[in-house]
């Protein structure tokens, strides 16, 4: 084999070993940083200096998988930790608003209609004279809600359709991936208006399932090419030759190879799923009041806004770093999982 | 992967001959002008074929019980696609593969299965061979996850470490990740996974090319070693013949699908008749400036044709110095030549030529 | 051959500077595991007519250094951290961007691997020839085509006025190899630098382009360094060899002395262990062990974790590239072994 160094990012050549290797477990091995080789065996029996030190030395390296590598090599990513820590916060506000805020959202007094921030209400008052801080602490379950359901759902339905239609190929493949074309045709913002003004029911469920029915082509279509590039790999022939069935080579092969390509795509996602629940809200057709959402409130004070900015700046403030927080994890998780795509 | 009733008694035959003993020398494989041709097709929703990638074009020969048979040829020659059918990986278009005299090439379900534990296979590609997101004891115990009666669950992480220790790696290294291995390392867990079914016949393709030359005899010696310890049969596929001579004791040449020469390692290495065979050896490059002074190197001029459109009658005529009309019109027979039927010479060996000669191109003894 | 043997002859007379000579060149890669010494004090020269091989495993620094010597090594995260590149008179690591471009393509030229990734697929192999013509000697168009067609003609491509029109993906990778050497050829350079430029090759398709390389590099006399792992290509058409091995030349000598009587144990290792195509033999000889990793390369020589020969010198004691004489004190030109024990690697 010629040398490759050129073509790696890295320029450490794949081939390498000495017995010090070992010493050094500490040593990151994920993907183009090459391997990590070990002792052979031969050399332990060649070099008795050396060996019984080197055996010992050997036996304390971990193995690590992929995933693992992955995961120390996101941890010491600043972005991750950034976007990690505020989605974290971002999460216990969802599930316990409580926690941030006494104040009820819904617990408005018109009279102090459209006032700026007063001590007690950081943010001030919309125009109906609720809590801007209250709603903006409300606001984030809805966001959040809708963007890790929408991501969940879009996820599983496309790398179920993608994973089928890359395995099997032929007609199935024809007709998913036909199908996937249509609803990727359907312009996402025009089709919520006519679709969500239909719907009579406001629940957070229902724009949870629009924007799956419209998100998951987008997953599809990752899937089914990570599925066929997995596919084609030797590892599954050979594991084919060994007289593998069908779901083992899907799920035991393909499968846990496809899946970083997905975990990126959707992370990424994630973030503007977020954002379209807050664009459908501001034109009225995703979620309705009672329901707290920041779509809702910029959308109520937007004709405002020269009078009272404080209505829009907070829960769009809070909308922006959400999505920036979500985007950056899905780089974050991209750098790691997928180091070919830097 | 239809299995049609009718092939209920063959799959019961096929799985009684797996278990039949077969003496040394005996054939253990025997491949019946087998065909691979892959449709070329037109339209998206209509799909009309327009013509054939003619892969494999009519291969017989015979595998013995305990040789390594050597195939030989340049890229595009079929050799993969042949490992892929006798594999079973890929159906065959035509012809036979017989198992210890069973038809192996339509086997399904059982059959099939059975037939996967006695033929394994060993990959060139030691960076794509092993899946990535398993640990190596888990790579090489997935044979007996698939084939259970081969060793009891209890046993099993026993028989991985055994199968490693078998290769020459430590067998430690059980729980590591195969990115943590190189190249030459990887070629050995793909070797322990291909033994650990006790296998009958190995067919490697080109298992060493992809290693780095100092590491290549490791893995040749590794191959020879384990065939004399556990009386396998190997066919190596490889397109570089000085590894081929050294590793076979019969080799067949293929051009553009077919088998042009076959015969044992000297009468293809010293008395080669084929004008193919004969351009391929004296193009490899002896790594000894003073041995091949006194070769005579054949150049052959332009490419290989695309075996969607092969050329009439002998395949090779159109780059072969001694093509005559004969050539265009009839396909010659791989049989011993006319010329040295009945002599006891080496060069009375299977060749595919209507104007056989030995002549000797390597130019040592 | 005789023209061949002729020409070397005169070069070899002729007391004149040699075309390229590199001295003690240092390359690093600084990666985030630390910093990975791929090429550790290379020498070496190439004289007008000249072939010089190359010849290591991956990871040995072959490729890196002659990357260097090209100027278009990876940076970061490659870097030049000493020595001196001579070419023409002219130390090429202390000239400027825009220097270096010049000298590279018309006085110095690359033939790379894989010439389907090394040719543009949209443009036709006849635009891209061409181009040469155009951006460096300024040609129209048209002459551009005429000279792209006489090119073509010129590394055997048959049909060339047909094919100037065909895009890459329309050759066989040989034909394709013959439109990159042609590429590199265009501006008559003084030195082609070929990396495995047979690899990827069939053995018939090979010896075709080893043999055009060869007497165009006789025809126009030019120095040619051919980097290779393959010890066969090599003792067909190099004059001189270096055996390089974690990034320091083991090994020089003139090509029929390497194969016949190697002083370097590792060089020794490697003629055993391949099979040869005219000798059945019995086990092959396997080195042990695998090639160092650049990031800890081991102490002393490079080499002894896996010499049958190694002493403690050996582990303590970086061997310099001695002079390689015979028993009685001959000296032999042109050969060197870093190894201490090049004696009795040699002569025992």
Redesign the interface.
């Known amino acids: 084999?010629?040398?490759?160094?050129?073509n790696k990012?890295?320029?450490?050549?794949?081939?390498?070993?000495?017995?010090?290797?070992s010493a050094?477990p500490e040593?990151?091995t994920l993907g183009a940083?090459g391997a990590q080789?070990l002792l052979?065996k031969?050399?332990l029996s060649?070099?008795p200096p050396q060996s019984a030190e080197a055996v010992s030395v050997v036996d304390r390296e971990v193995a690590r998988s992929l995933w693992q590598d992955a995961w120390r090599e996101l941890r010491r990513n600043p972005v991750f930790l950034i976007s990690g820590v505020l989605i974290v916060f971002l999460v216990l506000v969802a599930i316990w608003p409580g926690l941030f805020t006494s104040t009820s959202p819904l617990t408005c007094d018109l009279s102090k209609s459209q006032l700026g921030p007063t001590s007690g209400h950081p943010f001030g008052f919309d125009t109906q004279g609720c809590d801007v801080y209250a709603r903006t602490i409300h606001g984030a379950r809805a966001s959040i809600t809708v963007g890790v359901f929408a991501t969940a759902g879009s996820a599983l339905l496309g790398t179920l359709m993608g994973g089928l239609a890359g395995f099997f190929g032929g007609w199935i493949d024809a007709i998913i991936s036909r199908i996937a074309d249509i609803f990727f045709g359907i312009p996402i913002l025009l089709g919520g208006l006519v679709f969500l003004s239909v719907i009579p029911s406001q629940s957070i469920w229902v724009v949870v399932g629009f924007i799956v029915v419209l998100g998951w082509p987008q997953i599809a279509r990752i899937a089914r090419g990570a599925v066929i590039t997995a596919k084609q790999q030797d590892y599954v022939t050979a594991a084919q030759a060994l007289g593998a069935s069908n779901s083992r080579m899907l799920l035991r092969h393909i499968m846990p190879n496809a899946l970083a390509p997905i975990i990126v795509v959707s992370t990424i996602a994630l973030g503007t799923y977020i954002s379209l629940e807050a664009t459908l809200s501001y034109l009225g057709v995703g979620l309705k009041p009672p329901t707290v959402s920041w779509g809702i409130d910029i959308s109520a004070a937007a004709d405002t806004f020269r009078n009272a900015p404080h209505m829009l700046l907070f829960p769009a403030g809070a909308l922006c770093i959400t999505i920036l927080a979500f985007i950056m994890l899905g780089d974050a998780v991209r750098d790691a999982l997928d180091p070919k795509l830097r | 992967m239809a299995s049609p009733v009718s092939s209920v008694p063959a799959e019961e035959a096929i799985e009684a001959a797996v278990e039949k003993p077969v003496e040394r020398g005996e054939p253990i494989l025997q491949v019946r002008d087998l065909e691979k041709h892959f449709p070329l097709t037109q339209g998206i929703l209509i799909k009309k074929q327009v013509g054939a990638v003619k892969a494999v074009d009519g291969v017989s020969f015979d595998l013995y019980q305990g040789e390594t048979l050597g195939i030989v040829g340049?890229?595009g020659c079929g050799k993969s696609t042949l490992a892929k059918v006798l594999m079973n990986l890929e159906r065959a278009t035509a012809g036979q593969v017989l198992y210890k005299g069973e038809d192996i090439s339509r086997a399904s379900g059982r059959a099939l299965k059975a037939i996967r534990r006695n033929i394994q296979m060993v990959f060139q590609d030691p960076y794509t061979s092993l899946n990535p997101r398993m640990t190596v004891g888990d790579i090489i115990g997935e044979p007996f996850e698939i084939h259970p009666e081969v060793a009891p669950k209890g046993d099993r992480r026993k028989a991985v470490q055994d199968l490693l220790d078998v290769v020459g790696l430590n067998p430690e290294y059980i729980n590591r990740y195969p990115h943590q291995f190189?190249g030459?390392?990887r070629q050995r867990i793909g070797i322990a996974r291909g033994l650990a079914l006790k296998p009958e016949v190995i067919i490697a393709d080109e298992p060493v090319s992809a290693l780095?030359?100092?590491?290549?005899?490791?893995v040749?010696?590794l191959l020879?070693q384990l065939q004399d310890e556990f009386n396998l049969s190997y066919m190596f596929i490889a397109?570089d013949?000085?590894?081929v001579?050294?590793?076979s004791d019969r080799v067949g040449v293929m051009y553009l699908g077919k088998m042009v020469e076959i015969g044992s390692?000297?009468e293809i290495?010293e008395h080669p008749t084929h004008p193919y065979t004969q351009?391929?050896?004296s193009?490899?490059?002896?790594?000894?400036?003073?041995?091949?002074e006194g070769r005579e190197?054949i150049?052959?001029s332009?490419?290989?044709p695309s075996p969607a459109n092969p050329p009439s009658g002998c395949r090779f005529r159109t780059r072969c110095w001694k093509a005559q009309e004969k050539c265009s019109i009839d396909v010659p027979l791989l049989a011993v030549p006319e010329v040295f039927r009945g002599q006891s010479t080496p060069a009375a060996h299977a060749s595919a030529c209507h104007f056989a000669e030995d002549v000797d191109v390597?130019?040592?003894? | 051959m005789s023209t061949a043997v002729s020409a070397r002859a005169k070069t070899g007379d002729t007391e004149e500077a040699p075309l390229l000579q590199v001295r003690d060149l240092h390359v690093e890669?600084r990666?985030?595991?630390g910093v990975?010494k791929?090429v550790n004090g290379v020498n070496y020269s190439v004289r007008a007519g000249e072939t010089l091989a190359i010849l290591?495993?991956?990871?040995?620094?072959?490729?890196?250094s002659s990357?260097a010597v090209m100027g278009?090594?990876?940076s970061p995260?490659?870097f030049v951290t000493g020595g001196e590149i001579m070419f023409k008179g002219r130390d090429l690591l202390k000239l400027s961007n825009e220097e270096r471009r010049k000298v590279r393509g018309a006085q110095m030229a690359m033939v790379f691997?894989d010439a389907l990734s090394s040719l543009n697929p949209v443009h036709t192999v006849g635009t891209q020839l061409g181009e040469m013509y155009r951006v460096h000697k300024g040609s129209s168009r048209k002459d551009a085509k005429l000279k792209a067609i006489e090119l073509m003609e010129r590394v055997g491509i048959?049909g060339a006025k047909e094919r100037v029109n065909q895009y890459p993906h329309q050759f066989?990778?040989?034909?394709r190899q013959r439109v990159m050497i042609a590429m590199a050829l265009a501006l008559e350079p003084d030195l082609i630098i070929a990396?495995?430029p047979t690899?990827a090759l069939?053995?018939?398709?090979?010896?075709?382009v080893?043999?055009l390389l060869g007497d165009l590099q006789r025809e126009y006399n030019m120095g040619l360094i051919l980097?290779?792992?393959?010890?066969?290509?090599?003792?067909?058409v190099a004059d001189k060899i270096a055996v390089m091995y974690a990034g320091r030349i083991v090994e020089t000598a003139p090509?029929?002395e390497l194969?016949?009587r190697p002083a370097h144990p590792y060089t020794r290792?490697?003629?055993d262990?391949?099979?040869?195509?005219?000798?059945?033999?019995q086990?092959?000889?396997?080195?042990?062990?695998?090639?160092?990793?650049?990031?800890?390369?081991?102490s002393g020589c490079a080499f002894n974790?896996r010499c049958p020969m190694a002493q403690d010198i050996c582990r303590s004691e970086v061997p310099p590239l001695h002079a390689v004489t015979e028993q009685d004190g001959r000296a032999l030109p042109g050969r060197g072994s870093a190894c201490h024990f090049w004696k009795e690697t040699l002569h025992g």
């Open positions: 084999m010629p040398d490759q160094q050129p990012p890295a320029g450490v050549p794949e081939d390498s070993s000495t017995e010090l290797s050094f040593t990151p940083m080789p052979e031969e050399d060649h070099t | 340049e890229s190189s030459g390392q780095d030359v100092s590491v290549q005899a490791q040749i010696n020879e397109h013949l000085s590894i001579r050294h590793i390692d000297e290495y351009a391929l050896l193009a490899v490059p002896v790594p000894d400036p003073s041995g091949r190197r150049l052959l332009g490419d290989i390597v130019g040592a003894g | 890669f990666t985030r595991d990975a791929a290591g495993e991956s990871g040995s620094g072959k490729s890196v990357q278009i090594l990876d995260p490659g691997q048959p066989s990778g040989g034909m990396d495995e690899t069939d053995v018939t398709v090979q010896a075709q080893m043999e980097i290779t792992h393959d010890l066969g290509v090599v003792a067909d090509v029929h194969y016949a290792g490697l003629l262990s391949i099979p040869r195509l005219d000798q059945k033999g086990e092959l000889y396997a080195i042990k062990g695998l090639p160092p990793n650049l990031l800890r390369i081991p974790p």
